[in-house]
């Protein structure tokens, strides 16, 4: 039994069917971290709260005990505890409603040298000794507690110095502050503000990625929409977008660009194809259905099978061509060689001196000893289509074929006394299918791929392909190659 499940999630999930999106990834991945960060800054609120209280509640016992060390220490250094006024009501009663300060008093020998008169409404068990030493004051104040009549009191123990020398100690105690709930009520406040922001922030988040989204889910309908009929039609970009989505839709233009004229090329390519494809077969069918239709001689079936060997070789060219044209258009790396350009060119030049002669023509052929890095049969291909070219658009006069090595660079030039290309026509040559009015007019047979087939080899050779004409004087074309050293012999070599 096949199962087809995998395929199809496999299928899916390259799709993006089953990834999830960009919006919900998002929220995903920011909400946590805005919630601990939303948190932490709560816990750090309430922290800073909590600490300013306790602070606040210490700084009134060491207030307090900064005025009793003022009024009871003259300026011998004695102390003197009736200089403090211990009449004071918080002195005297213990009630809560007058907020209370337990005071004592102790020399440097920790004796009672006085005590605030609340002390004794209190109970029996409140301590007649320094609770603790004095600690420096932290940025987070923690308060000493002890419990003393049914109340937990908080204290603070501050000694008397002067000149370096302790001279006694102040010890104060007060009820300890009642701000649980305001501290309750407060977190309460936090955690409703927290979570109001969080929810607003998530909002804008949401907001922010369906902002970022629009564009791109416009792109991909659009996409998903275009077919080959639709190729002219383009993204329009906002002015409000930004840069990211921008830029992805002026790439997706730009490749609607190229493909729109891929497409087009595609299309003239594959109509002057069948085109010329379908003229010579029209042709061939035309003539075997005349041989057919009775009986002939000898020579008159030995001229029709001429007539379509010659037919059937130009439709061979073309073809082959059109096979050359493919595979170079397909970026495919050429395997090159050092080649000695100028005998490769006099070999191939010297297959059409029988047909200059037939014409009438000169056929001149110099060159000079020059290598260039190349695929040699295609640097054959190119010099027979340039020669061949020149030999059949050239009526009278002359064709000269050189090789000559200049400023580092190896130049075919080749060289007619042939009708010539008008201005308006230069820029189209090489351009496949493509023939002149005066071309079309001097000979019917010819594709129209020659000069293409010339101008791509010389491209994929990294070369230059040169064209200047005058019409009735003639055309030159100029194949510019890099030479390269000439191999070492194995002479040499073994020298």
Request: overall charge negative; proline content about 4%; charged content about 25%.
């Amino acid at each position: 039994m096949i199962d087809l499940t995998s395929d199809a999630d496999a299928s899916a999930d390259m799709s993006g069917a089953n990834r999830p999106s960009f919006r919900r990834r998002l929220l995903t991945v920011v909400g946590p971290a805005l919630a601990g960060a939303l948190l932490l800054l709560g816990f750090l609120a309430w922290g800073a709260v909590y600490v300013a209280l306790q602070r606040s509640a210490v700084e009134v016992l060491r207030a307090e005990a900064s005025e009793i060390e003022a009024d009871i220490v003259q300026d011998d250094g004695d102390i003197q505890v009736g200089g403090h006024a211990w009449s004071e009501v918080h002195h005297r009663l213990a009630a809560p409603r007058v907020d209370p300060v337990f005071v004592q008093v102790f020399d440097r020998n920790n004796r009672i040298l006085r005590a605030s008169t609340n002390i004794d409404s209190l109970s029996a068990l409140y301590p007649e000794q320094l609770l603790a030493p004095a600690t420096p004051y932290d940025w987070v104040p923690t308060l000493r507690t002890f419990e003393a009549g049914g109340r937990t009191l908080y204290y603070l123990v501050r000694p008397i110095l002067r000149n370096g020398a302790t001279l006694g100690y102040v010890q104060v105690a007060r009820a300890v502050p009642t701000y649980g709930a305001a501290l309750t009520q407060y977190g309460i406040a936090l955690a409703v503000v927290i979570a109001v922001l969080f929810g607003g922030l998530m909002v804008l988040v949401a907001w922010a990625a369906t902002r970022v989204l629009a564009p791109l889910r416009r792109i991909t309908a659009f996409a998903e929409t275009t077919t080959s009929a639709d190729l002219d039609e383009r993204i329009s970009v906002p002015a409000a977008a930004d840069h990211e989505t921008a830029l992805l839709a002026q790439t997706v233009n730009d490749l609607l660009d190229r493909l729109e004229e891929s497409f087009e090329a595609l299309r003239t390519f594959t109509s002057n194809a069948a085109h010329e494809l379908q003229t010579p077969l029209t042709v061939l069918q035309g003539h075997v259905e005349i041989a057919l239709r009775r009986s002939r001689s000898a020579e008159s079936y030995e001229s029709t099978l001429q007539l379509l060997d010659r037919k059937l070789g130009d439709m061979v060219r073309t073809v082959r061509a059109l096979l050359t044209l493919t595979r170079l258009d397909r970026g495919e790396e050429l395997s090159t060689e050092p080649v000695a350009l100028g005998p490769l060119v006099r070999e191939e030049a010297e297959t059409a001196r029988s047909r200059a002669r037939e014409k009438g023509l000169e056929l001149t052929i110099e060159v000079e000893d020059v290598w260039v890095d190349g695929q040699p049969d295609l640097l054959r291909e190119a010099t027979q289509n340039l020669v061949d070219n020149a030999v059949k658009y050239t009526e009278e006069g002359a064709v000269r074929v050189t090789v000559t090595s200049e400023d580092e660079r190896a130049v075919l030039r080749c060289r007619d006394t042939g009708m010539g290309i008008e201005s308006e026509d230069l820029p189209h040559v090489g351009g496949r299918f493509y023939r002149s009015a005066q071309a079309s007019t001097a000979a019917s047979d010819g594709s129209g791929l020659g000069l293409a087939l010339v101008r791509r080899i010389v491209e994929a050779h990294n070369g230059e392909l040169r064209v200047s004409s005058a019409p009735g004087e003639g055309s030159r074309f100029e194949i510019v190659l890099e030479t390269v050293p000439a191999p070492a012999s194995p002479m040499e070599e073994r020298a």
